[in-house]
């Protein structure tokens, strides 16, 4: 069924609804009862089941057969794999980069988990008297600065080993 938009064209709530269901899928992630994810949509039980026999059809949606809770599917992760693929990350975080600068007067950097470890890939200077600074591409140490300590407490042990045995 079509519905007109305030614009003039015309939208399929069908999609809309299948969309809705997909996002909840993922804010419910990684898996989620019928019940949970109906009550989450605000639609009933018996709509919201119709719809994820389509998505897992199509592979964007996937049911536990041991536990009947339902999570999004290979395809899902395929297309989210190719937004990320299209995204520029630097561009991404430049303005809330800038806009936590600007909120708290401090020095604000993005790193990334490189060959070598925690490195430097954005920098946004604080305009003060003294500031902390670093250099693009700077690599950071692992155990003694907070951004080596935040990537050594989220990424696999196996990430960081080497590095931690070099730095004690």
Sequence with gaps: METPLSNGKQKVRSAEVGTDILKALAELSPSTSLSRLAEHVQMPASKVHRYLQALIASGFAEQNTSTNHYGLGREALRVGLAALNGMDVLQVAALPLAELRDDLNETCFLAVWGNHGATVVRIEPAIRAVTVVTQ??????????????????????RETIGLREQEV
């Design 136 to 157: 693009l591409g700077s690599v950071l140490p692992l155990l003694s600065s907070s951004t080596g300590l935040v990537f050594s407490a989220y990424l696999p042990t």
